[in-house]
């Protein structure tokens, strides 16, 4: 059976594309602990691992520092190139990530264009982004009916027993599933 690696950060995107990629390939999943990052997201990631059934690999990476707005220089140029070379020591032909349309549009290095220039780079295994046309919204319903326990995900940048509901992750989170009509589990 062929094999994936899926960056799994413990949010929604992750999460689904962690149930797509199950569904085609043996699957690893890889988590980057970066310097602040809430403890409820690592449970998040364990969690969503267990509940697919594959390997969870845990990168400790504190270099990697959140701005207040949520932004981490030079991230996903990390993480892919960490995951590229996961790939290709495992006998890997994709990496896969949930980057979706709006991702996209805040920010350079979730473009399309980003990946395929970094897969050309790399020359290995493929990165592979199922939702990159698709909004928030749309990836969420298609969670929902991918069947992936969308509770389990945070996507909070503070942690908490609850999600702060106030945080623009938060904000955004709660108007995601408003217009995919779908109640916000946490």
Request: hydrophobic share 45%; net charge positive.
């Amino acid at each position: 059976m062929n094999r994936a690696i899926v960056l799994l950060s413990g949010g929604i995107d992750s999460a689904v594309a962690l149930a797509w990629a199950r569904r085609r390939w043996k699957v690893t999943a890889l988590a980057f602990d970066v310097a602040g990052r809430p403890k409820r997201e690592i449970r998040a990631c364990a969690a969503l691992a267990k509940w697919a059934g594959v390997e969870l690999l845990r990168v400790p990476a504190p270099f990697l520092r959140p701005r207040p707005s949520g932004y981490v220089p030079a991230r996903n140029l990390v993480m892919h190139a960490v995951a590229l070379s996961i790939a290709e020591d495992r006998g890997a032909k994709a990496v896969v990530a949930g980057h979706n349309r709006s991702d996209a549009g805040f920010f350079e290095d979730a473009r399309p264009s980003f990946f395929r220039r970094l897969e050309r780079l790399n020359g290995g295994a493929r990165i592979l982004l199922p939702f990159a046309r698709l909004t928030d919204a749309q990836v969420i319903s298609r969670g929902a009916a991918l069947g992936v326990p969308l509770e389990k995900t945070w996507t909070c940048y503070r942690d908490g027993a609850r999600p702060c509901r106030r945080c623009s992750a938060c904000r955004g989170r709660i108007e995601s599933f408003r217009q995919a009509g779908i109640e916000e589990p946490t």
